[in-house]
């Protein structure tokens, strides 16, 4: 089963298995957008909506998702909002260098296949200076976490990987500074991480 055909059978119940559960963490991620005004925004794995109430009126917003259904669902939270939805990759963004000021990625790098590609694509993207938004779940380097590593494979077929170590999509990406990093949920397996491009 593909990653699109299993989010096209989960799209209408994802909201009802985890926007209660993730709500305050994705305020709080948000929180670091500041004042948009003027500004242009990816969200990048917008899936079925859920932080399109949430984000700040004066940017102009991009949603992108990899699965037809999610971006429908999404379409009826964006009365009111500047979005744009576009269905696309996001190992492989449609979108120019160095246009976007900003690039939330809430829930999307633990269900890419190749997560450091979708950071570095989304790096291309920012421009300098520009800022990251991550809210995932993550493993430390060295944890061990061996039911987590055993079951990722089987999991990330299906919806999400749970073996992804954070630092090591970073390695990749050297023009990317980390300003924060927080305990979101699930005692710390989850975390809100604000990056920085750099100069």
Known sequence: MSLRHSYTLFAPFYDLMISAATRPARVASLRALGDVTGQTILVDGIGTGLDIPLLPSGAEYLGLDYTPAMLRRARKQCAGKNVAL????????????????AVIMHLILAVVPKPQRALAEAA????????????????????????RRLISPLLGQLATRTDVVFEDLLAGCPQLAVVSDTPAMAQGWFRCILLRKTE
Do not use: S
């Open 86 to 101: 576009h269905a696309g990759n996001a190992m492989a963004l449609p979108y120019a260098d160095n246009t976007c000021d």
């Open 124 to 147: 291309r993207v920012l421009k300098p200076g520009g800022i990251i938004l991550i809210l995932d779940k993550f493993l430390r380097p060295g944890q061990a976490a061996p039911l």
